[in-house]
């Protein structure tokens, strides 16, 4: 079991903080790692380019985000399996094959962004040769979750999610316009180009990824197999209550974590950057150096050490989240929790995942344009990886009693139809 979930799923009795304490959980890893290198650069992309006007697309991912994690959670802890898993016993081999290689693929190349914007900004802030500082973080990275106790390198995940409040400290470090801050938030502007669709699907994409929702489902699936108390909830129906209970608080906090760093990235680039009229920024490295003159000494190096941090905590949660879907479609041991002996392809795939994001950065590939189109791959995988989640937690012969009705239900729906509305608005304003 992890070291971020109690031994049980307990009823909720004590003080408020004290419950906050006890639940937060995957959802609270999970939201931070959304924030990754590769996300911050989108994030400040997008105020750079369009200002404060598209801060209200955080507020419209937030429900959203929210559903469709919860949604993958109640999966994992209910069957026992996570997303791949299930997809193996109840679907068409082509159709599993086809999800777990594009999430493969897509988390390597997200690797291999993070690993050249984590260099980009340690390059900044201290200098070198920027391939030393990829070797270096992939190999903590690797080495870490591999060789660790899990549960003490889970703590240190845990702690790292304190990273992400140099964001915040960045953006008390701006001047910004708050009338105008708030009337992005709540007012929001739809611009009718391929421009602001392409910006949108990179925003979706980054705040819902696929990595998310197969993390988040194969932890709570681990803890299942590891924890002689907990059972999947189709064996064990009684531990239903407090188990949802749990997941939900968890993950409203991790989301929300999740989505006031993005906007505090937003709000900081856009009072920067775009009122500066600098808005051809493209990674977080780029967005961070931009600060230097505009906000000064101080915002810059926050805004660089948030890059390092996030990254630590994201790679992880990336080739973990590739070597889960790989493990389950192969029908191989599985689990960070194993000794490397005990998993030995699952392990190997973790560690394939991040060569190949090394790899990436010794490419032709334009660490630029990867950081970037990351989240648009992600966005575009993202919508048939949800598609079939919704159908699997609608199935009784899946879900047993526990299958994914109302509210929940629909807000998963709108999560998917939404990112399929913007990747078809993307592909038009391409051909338009």
Known sequence: MTALQGKHDKPVETGPIRRLIGVLGPGLITGAS?????????????????????????????????????????????????????????????????IVTLLFVANA???????????????????????????????????????????????????????????????????????????????????????????LVAILGT??????????????????KTSRQRK???????????????????????????????????VTTAATLNKAGVTNVQTSAQAAEALKPVAGEFAFILFGLGIVGTGLLAIPVLAGSAAYAIGEACKWPIGLSRQPSKAAGFYATLTAAAVLGVAITLSPI??????????????????????????????????????ISGWLRALGWASTLAMAACVVGMVVGWFG
């Open 34 to 98: 959304d924030d990754d290198p590769s996300g911050i650069g989108t994030y400040s992309q997008a105020g750079a380019q369009l200002g404060f006007s598209i801060g209200w697309t955080m507020l419209l991912t937030y429900p959203l985000m929210v559903a469709i994690q919860e949604i993958s959670a109640r999966l994992g802890r209910t069957t026992g399996h996570g997303i791949a898993g299930n997809l193996c016993r109840h679907y068409p081999n082509w159709l599993l094959q086809i």
């Open 109 to 199: 190349i997200n690797i291999g962004a993070d690993l050249s914007a984590m260099a980009d900004a340690s390059k900044l802030l201290v200098g070198g040769p920027g391939f030393l500082y990829v070797a270096l973080f992939a190999t903590i990275c690797v080495a870490g979750i591999v060789f660790t106790n899990y549960d003490r390198y889970v703590m240190v995940l845990k702690w790292l999610t304190l990273s992400l409040f140099a964001y915040v400290a960045a953006l008390f470090a701006a001047h910004v316009n708050w009338g105008q801050a708030l009337a992005g938030l709540f007012l929001p502007r739809i611009t009718w180009s391929a421009d602001f669709f392409t910006t």
């Open 207 to 224: 705040t819902i990824s696929p990595y998310l929702f197969f993390w988040q489902a194969s932890q709570e699936a681990e803890d299942v």
């Open 232 to 266: 999947a909830l189709v064996h064990a129906p009684r531990q239903a209550r407090n188990a949802f209970e749990r997941i939900h608080a968890d993950t409203l906090v991790g989301m929300a974590f999740s989505n006031l760093i993005a906007i505090a990235i937003i």
């Open 366 to 403: 334009d660490p630029i344009k990867a950081l970037y189109w990351t989240a648009v791959i992600n966005g575009v995988v993202a919508v048939p990886v949800m598609t079939v989640m919704m159908l699997m937690t609608a199935q009784p012969r899946i879900m047993g009693k526990f299958t």
